[in-house]
């Protein structure tokens, strides 16, 4: 399943790193740094797939050179709290193909150098082997100065500026996310990503009428494990798997984590069968079925779906289950900071269900009541015509 993600670092002097080492651990290359007098040697790192520098077209040869860049950028700042290169943190498709991932990495970095009029170097990286294999990212460093033919020059205000700043990462963050998509669809996925807060997303199902949607948003952004929870985690998942037996989360983030996944995993199910129902109703009364006929062409679209068929009685205990995680392992959240928990939501919404079912079967007996009196009033019509008047 897509997921969205883009953050912004800085590389800061006060925090006792360098330019030239982050670029030399995020390439798996070697770096000696004229500044520090260290060699930042990291060609041991395993899992970077491809490594590329971008640079504006006026910009000197040694830009296209990883040691001379950021050697460049070291040497340019001299105070002792400077920030001497920006960080982007992209989250790539699983979806996509090796080449796909790099091509829209490529084409981001493309879209900072001619916005901002820096260089960036991109790093590819691969999921660790003791992680989540659909981890493919990517680590973009720029120069915070612009580079043009005279070298490293102003300062990018532009995105240190309070004001100017959060807009503009907002920006990048826009078109992010219309990469993604563009590369998704034309590589055949129907998986989609949004880089919009969950409260947006949510406002915008729920005026559009699409109150399944809106419910599927309404919950905690997912939580980003890291490398040792992600270890422990993956490890737990494959002994499961070994043993055949369903996986329990070992850490707190964890089975947050978990929790909200397969609640998204369960309103994706859902919606889709609402979906395949609702294409198969419409095409019955488009051919001119009633209503009744339509719905039961309905129910046998969903009958027949390849997917795992799940009872309702099956959905609900699932749904319990993702509601009855234990809110005790948050203490990050005060006691009534949501208007309602999410099982109070889930029990919302079987409600509502159910009632839309009795309502809509009541509907179906009047239906077919009334298909029967018209049944027998041609009946009684085609008697009379015949001279067979009872």
Same mark, same amino acid.
């Given at each position: 399943?897509?997921?969205?993600?883009?953050?912004?670092?800085?590389?800061?002097?006060?925090?006792?790193?360098?330019?030239?080492?982050?670029? @030399?651990?995020?390439?798996?290359?070697?770096?000696? #740094?004229?500044?520090?007098?260290?060699?930042?040697?990291?060609?041991?790192?395993?899992?970077?797939? @491809? #490594?590329?520098? %971008?640079?504006?077209?006026?910009?000197?040869?040694?830009?296209?050179?990883?040691?001379?860049?950021?050697?460049?950028?070291?040497?340019?700042?001299?105070?002792?709290?400077?920030?001497?290169?920006?960080?982007? /943190?992209?989250? %790539?498709?699983?979806?996509?193909?090796?080449?796909?991932?790099?091509?829209?990495?490529?084409?981001?970095?493309?879209?900072?150098? /001619?916005?901002?009029?820096?260089?960036?170097?991109?790093?590819?990286?691969?999921?660790?082997?003791?992680?989540?294999?659909?981890?493919?990212?990517?680590?973009?460093?720029?120069?915070?100065?612009?580079?043009?033919?005279?070298?490293?020059?102003?300062?990018?205000?532009? +995105?240190?500026?309070?004001?100017?700043?959060?807009?503009?990462?907002?920006?990048?963050?826009?078109?992010?996310?219309?990469?993604?998509?563009?590369?998704?669809?034309?590589?055949?996925?129907?998986?989609?990503?949004?880089?919009?807060?969950?409260?947006?997303?949510?406002?915008?199902?729920?005026?559009?009428?699409?109150?399944?949607?809106?419910?599927?948003?309404?919950?905690?952004?997912?939580?980003?494990?890291?490398?040792?929870?992600?270890?422990?985690?993956?490890? @737990?998942?494959?002994?499961?798997?070994?043993?055949?037996?369903?996986?329990?989360?070992?850490?707190?983030?964890?089975?947050?984590?978990?929790?909200?996944? &397969?609640?998204?995993?369960?309103?994706?199910?859902?919606?889709?069968? +609402?979906?395949?129902?609702?294409? @198969?109703?419409?095409?019955?009364?488009? /051919?001119?079925?009633?209503?009744?006929?339509?719905?039961?062409?309905?129910?046998?679209?969903?009958?027949?779906?390849?997917?795992?068929?799940?009872?309702?009685?099956?959905?609900?205990?699932?749904?319990?289950?993702?509601?009855?995680?234990?809110?005790?392992?948050?203490?990050?959240?005060?006691?009534?900071?949501?208007?309602?928990?999410?099982?109070?939501?889930?029990?919302?919404?079987?409600?509502?269900?159910?009632? /839309?079912?009795?309502?809509?079967?009541?509907?179906?007996?009047?239906?077919?009541? &009334?298909?029967?009196?018209?049944? #027998?009033?041609? &009946?009684?019509?085609?008697?009379?015509?015949?001279?067979?008047?009872?």
């Amino acid at each position: 399943m897509a997921s969205y993600h883009l953050s912004v670092k800085t590389i800061k002097r006060s925090a006792g790193r360098s330019a030239t080492a982050a670029a @030399a651990y995020r390439s798996a290359s070697v770096i000696a #740094c004229d500044r520090e007098g260290r060699m930042h040697d990291y060609t041991a790192k395993r899992g970077v797939e @491809a #490594c590329f520098i %971008l640079a504006p077209k006026d910009a000197p040869d040694w830009a296209l050179d990883r040691a001379a860049l950021w050697n460049a950028a070291e040497a340019r700042e001299t105070r002792s709290n400077s920030v001497t290169a920006r960080e982007w /943190e992209l989250a %790539l498709p699983s979806e996509l193909s090796d080449a796909a991932r790099i091509e829209i990495a490529r084409a981001f970095a493309a879209q900072l150098v /001619e916005r901002y009029g820096v260089a960036a170097d991109v790093a590819i990286h691969a999921p660790h082997r003791e992680g989540d294999q659909r981890n493919h990212h990517a680590h973009i460093l720029t120069t915070t100065r612009v580079l043009s033919a005279e070298g490293l020059t102003d300062k990018t205000r532009i +995105l240190d500026a309070a004001s100017t700043g959060g807009p503009e990462i907002e920006a990048m963050r826009g078109y992010w996310a219309e990469l993604q998509n563009h590369a998704l669809e034309l590589a055949g996925q129907e998986e989609r990503v949004d880089h919009r807060s969950l409260e947006v997303q949510r406002e915008i199902a729920l005026s559009m009428g699409d109150t399944v949607k809106a419910e599927e948003l309404d919950r905690e952004p997912e939580l980003k494990l890291g490398p040792a929870a992600n270890a422990i985690e993956r490890r @737990a998942q494959l002994a499961a798997e070994a043993e055949g037996r369903d996986y329990e989360p070992l850490t707190q983030r964890g089975a947050r984590v978990h929790a909200v996944r &397969q609640a998204k995993a369960m309103f994706a199910e859902m919606r889709g069968r +609402l979906e395949l129902a609702r294409d @198969a109703w419409a095409e019955a009364r488009e /051919e001119g079925q009633g209503h009744v006929s339509a719905g039961l062409a309905a129910l046998r679209a969903v009958a027949g779906r390849q997917a795992k068929e799940l009872d309702p009685y099956e959905i609900k205990e699932r749904l319990a289950m993702i509601a009855g995680r234990e809110q005790a392992e948050e203490h990050d959240h005060a006691p009534g900071q949501a208007s309602r928990d999410i099982r109070g939501r889930l029990a919302d919404v079987l409600g509502k269900a159910r009632a /839309e079912d009795q309502e809509r079967e009541k509907a179906r007996q009047k239906e077919r009541e &009334q298909e029967l009196d018209e049944e #027998c009033r041609r &009946q009684r019509e085609r008697h009379r015509d015949l001279g067979w008047e009872l």
